[in-house]
């Protein structure tokens, strides 16, 4: 897909990896719709440094544990640019889980962010690309979705669903609208990661280096613009990691 004047949605668009594909595909020339939570400051920010760019950009807030507030985050998104030709699902929810501390409520709420929510947008926005006859969906995932890190039950759950979710969404949609996601190892560690955390996993990567978002978000655009021959994949981006 040529992405200039396409107009894609990215979730979790404020910082970090988010912030890193929006820039990405605004700088191939489409429009973005950012959206964010918590981070509002944040977001403008992003949306600032998408119009520097040279295109245009729209912040809008929901949380994806909420349908209805994810109903109309699509139905926002779509009236900002009056169509959405690509949909990143960036956005989820991530923290330590130990079995014996997990509460029914943080497992329900990792599947909310993470799997229902993207879910219900890529249904809402996937459709309407389907009837457009074009579109691309990206949902990022993580290697852990695939290789379950024993501390992290729900948020590896919420990831191998998100992959399966992937795969059949590739088929429903089809043949108009490809959807593939992305597994990345890690690529920005977590805030409160310290330098033993860190040393840790470049030893365990067979590059010798934690990612950089910029690693996320070229691949994002190689899914987006790209071969049109490839759905229903997951493009592992770790370092070679989970080979180990
Ligand atoms: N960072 C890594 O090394 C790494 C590795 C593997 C996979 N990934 C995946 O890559 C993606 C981006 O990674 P990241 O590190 O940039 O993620 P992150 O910083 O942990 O989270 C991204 C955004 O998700 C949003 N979010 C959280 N709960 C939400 C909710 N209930 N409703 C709506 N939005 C919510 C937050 O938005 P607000 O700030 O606006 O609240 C947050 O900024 C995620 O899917 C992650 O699982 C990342």
Same mark, same amino acid.
């Given at each position: 897909?040529? *992405?200039?004047?396409?107009?894609?949605?990215?979730?979790? %668009?404020? +910082?970090?990896?988010?912030?890193?594909?929006?820039? %990405?595909?605004?700088?191939?020339?489409?429009?973005?719709?950012?959206?964010?939570?918590?981070?509002?400051?944040?977001?403008?920010?992003?949306?600032?440094?998408?119009?520097?760019?040279?295109? /245009? @950009?729209?912040?809008?807030?929901?949380d994806l544990a909420r349908p209805?507030?994810?109903?109309?985050? @699509? =139905?926002?998104?779509?009236?900002?640019?009056?169509? #959405?030709? !690509?949909?990143?699902?960036? %956005?989820?929810?991530?923290? $330590?889980?130990?079995?014996?501390?997990?509460?029914?409520?943080?497992?329900?709420?990792?599947?909310?962010?993470?799997?229902?929510?993207?879910? &219900?947008?890529? $249904? $809402?926005?996937?459709? &309407?690309?389907?009837? /457009?006859?074009?579109?691309? #969906?990206?949902?990022?995932a993580d290697i852990a979705g695939?290789?379950?890190?024993?501390?992290? *039950?729900?948020?590896?759950?919420?990831?191998?669903? &998100?992959?399966?979710?992937?795969?059949?969404?590739? +088929?429903? *949609?089809?043949?108009?609208?490809?959807?593939?996601?992305?597994?990345?190892?890690s690529v920005l560690l977590p805030?409160?990661?310290?330098?033993?955390?860190?040393? %840790?996993?470049?030893?365990?990567?067979? *590059? +010798?280096? #934690?990612?950089?978002?910029? =690693?996320? @978000?070229?691949?994002?655009?190689?899914? !987006?613009?790209?071969?049109?021959?490839?759905?229903?994949?997951?493009?592992?981006?770790?370092?070679? $990691?989970? &080979?180990?």
């Amino acid at each position: 897909m040529e *992405l200039s004047g396409r107009a894609a949605l990215v979730t979790g %668009a404020a +910082k970090r990896v988010g912030r890193a594909i929006a820039l %990405a595909l605004a700088g191939r020339g489409a429009d973005v719709v950012l959206h964010y939570r918590s981070s509002a400051s944040e977001a403008r920010v992003t949306a600032e440094a998408v119009e520097r760019l040279g295109r /245009r @950009a729209v912040t809008i807030h929901a949380d994806l544990a909420r349908p209805e507030q994810v109903e109309a985050l @699509a =139905d926002g998104a779509v009236q900002a640019f009056g169509t #959405i030709d !690509v949909l990143v699902n960036s %956005a989820a929810l991530f923290y $330590r889980t130990p079995l014996e501390k997990l509460t029914g409520e943080e497992w329900e709420q990792f599947l909310r962010v993470n799997l229902t929510g993207p879910f &219900l947008l890529a $249904r $809402r926005l996937g459709l &309407l690309m389907k009837r /457009r006859g074009e579109g691309k #969906i990206v949902n990022v995932a993580d290697i852990a979705g695939m290789r379950p890190w024993a501390e992290f *039950l729900p948020y590896c759950v919420s990831k191998g669903a &998100l992959i399966t979710l992937t795969q059949g969404l590739a +088929k429903a *949609l089809a043949p108009e609208v490809q959807v593939n996601a992305v597994a990345p190892g890690s690529v920005l560690l977590p805030e409160e990661y310290g330098e033993k955390e860190r040393e %840790a996993i470049v030893r365990a990567t067979p *590059l +010798k280096r #934690i990612g950089d978002p910029s =690693d996320v @978000a070229q691949t994002v655009l190689f899914l !987006v613009e790209g071969p049109d021959f490839i759905t229903g994949q997951v493009v592992v981006v770790d370092g070679g $990691r989970s &080979l180990a």
